[in-house]
C-alpha cells in the first residue's frame, strides 16, 4: 500500500511538474514575443489535461483570456472546409477526380484539367488570390472573387508544384455552394459544429454579438494597435474566416480521435501527403501538413489573420494534441513555436 501511494504520488508530482513546465514556457514565449492574450488547451487521447489562457483577450477593458474565449482561426480553419468537401465525396455527390471547372464556366477552357484534389492539397498551379491588388475593405461578390482568380493566368500545370493558395480554399466554398444552393459556413455548422458540440465555433461576423470574442491586435513602431478593418464578405471565405474557442478545438480533436464525421481509412486519406506527378512528395494533405513528432506523425496547421495567430498539431499515431490561439499579428507571434515546444514537455520532437 505504501509503494502504490508513494506511485499516486509521484504521479502527481510529475504531473504538477510537467504542468509547470508549460505555465513556465508559455509565459516565456508571450514575454519574448509581445502576446497580449493566449490560449492553450492539452489534449490526451482526446481528453483535455490542460485547457488555460494567458493574458489579455482585451487590452482596452483588460479582459482575462479564458477556456472560452473565441479567436479568430486564420489558416486552420481549411481542415474544416476539407473535412466538408471530403464528407460530400462521402455522400456522392462529387469525387476527388471531379475537374472543377464544372462548377466554374467562368473559366471554361482554363481549369478544365483541375481536380478537386489539387483544390485541396494546394497542388491546383493556381496563382493566390491577388490581395495586393484588392480592396480589402470592399464586399466583392461571389461571382467577382471567381473572376479575380480566373483573370490570372496559371503558375504551373495542375498536379507538379505545390503552392499554398488561399484562393484555392476560397474557390472550394464557392464550389460547395453551387453544388450544394447552400452557404459553406452553414453546411459548416449543421454537419461539423453542432455534431461535434462546438457550441460556440461560427464564421466571423463583426457585426453580431459574440460572447466571449478577443481583440485582435498588430505591432507598430509606436506599440500594439487594434487589427485592420476588412469588408464583411472577405471574412466569411473558405480560407479560413471562423472563430472558435479553445474548447471548440478540444470537441473538434475529439471528433477525429473518434472518427465521428469521417471513416478512419477517409481521415488517413486526408492526412497523406499529396504526390506530384514527377513523384516528389509533398509535405501537404488534404487541409493538413504532415510531419512528425518523436516517431509518430505529426499532422499540423498554422493560421493568421487580422491580429490573430493560430496553430494546432495532433499526433496521429501517439497520443497528444495542442491547440495555441493568440492574438497578436504573424509578424511577432509564433504559436508553432510554443506548440512544438509544449508538445516536446510531453515527448521528443523529430523535425522530418
Known amino acids: 500500500m505504501r509503494f502504490l501511494a508513494s506511485l499516486v504520488l ?36 482526446g481528453k483535455p489535461v490542460k485547457t488555460k489562457g494567458y493574458g489579455e483577450a482585451n487590452l482596452e477593458h483588460h479582459v482575462p483570456v479564458k477556456p472560452e474565449t473565441m479567436f479568430q482561426s486564420g489558416s486552420v480553419g481549411k481542415q474544416f472546409t476539407a473535412t466538408l468537401v471530403m464528407m460530400l465525396v462521402g455522400d456522392g455527390k462529387l469525387t476527388l477526380d471531379s475537374a472543377i471547372g464544372q462548377w466554374f464556366p467562368e473559366a471554361q477552357g482554363k481549369w478544365d484539367k483541375i481536380l478537386l484534389r489539387h483544390l485541396l492539397s494546394h497542388t491546383s498551379g493556381l496563382p493566390d488570390m491577388p490581395y495586393d491588388k484588392m480592396d480589402l475593405r470592399k464586399d466583392y461578390t461571389e461571382a467577382e472573387l471567381v473572376m479575380l482568380m480566373v483573370s490570372q493566368p496559371a503558375v504551373k500545370p495542375p498536379g507538379t508544384e505545390w503552392r499554398y493558395n488561399n484562393g484555392g480554399y476560397v474557390m472550394l466554398g464557392v464550389l460547395v455552394h453551387r453544388l450544394t444552393g447552400r452557404f459553406y459556413g452553414d453546411l459548416l455548422k449543421e454537419r461539423i459544429f453542432t455534431p461535434l458540440g462546438m457550441t460556440t465555433a461560427r464564421v466571423i461576423s463583426e457585426r453580431d454579438i459574440v460572447p466571449n470574442r ?139
Open 10 to 45: 509521484l504521479v502527481s508530482v510529475l504531473g504538477i511538474a510537467r504542468a509547470d513546465a508549460v505555465d513556465d514556457l508559455v509565459s516565456a514565449e508571450m514575454k519574448k514575443q509581445g502576446i497580449p492574450g493566449l490560449s492553450l488547451v492539452v489534449l490526451k487521447d
Open 214 to 352: 478577443a481583440s485582435g491586435y498588430e505591432m507598430q513602431t509606436d506599440g500594439l494597435k487594434n487589427q485592420e478593418w476588412v469588408s464583411p464578405v472577405l471574412n466569411t471565405t473558405a480560407d479560413g474566416s471562423l472563430y472558435l474557442s479553445g474548447l471548440d478545438y478540444a470537441k473538434w480533436d475529439a471528433g477525429l480521435r473518434g472518427a465521428r464525421l469521417l471513416k478512419k481509412s477517409v481521415l488517413e486519406q486526408m492526412w497523406t501527403p499529396m504526390k506530384l506527378a514527377d513523384g516528389t512528395v509533398t509535405k501537404y494533405g488534404f487541409g493538413w501538413q504532415v510531419a512528425s513528432h518523436g516517431g509518430s506523425r505529426l499532422i499540423e496547421h498554422s493560421g493568421a489573420w487580422q491580429g490573430f495567430t493560430t496553430y494546432i498539431g495532433r499526433m496521429v499515431d501517439g497520443h497528444y494534441s495542442v491547440i495555441v490561439l493568440t492574438n497578436l499579428d504573424a509578424g511577432h507571434s509564433n504559436p508553432v513555436k510554443i506548440g512544438h515546444g509544449v508538445l516536446d514537455i510531453y515527448g521528443p520532437r523529430k523535425t522530418s
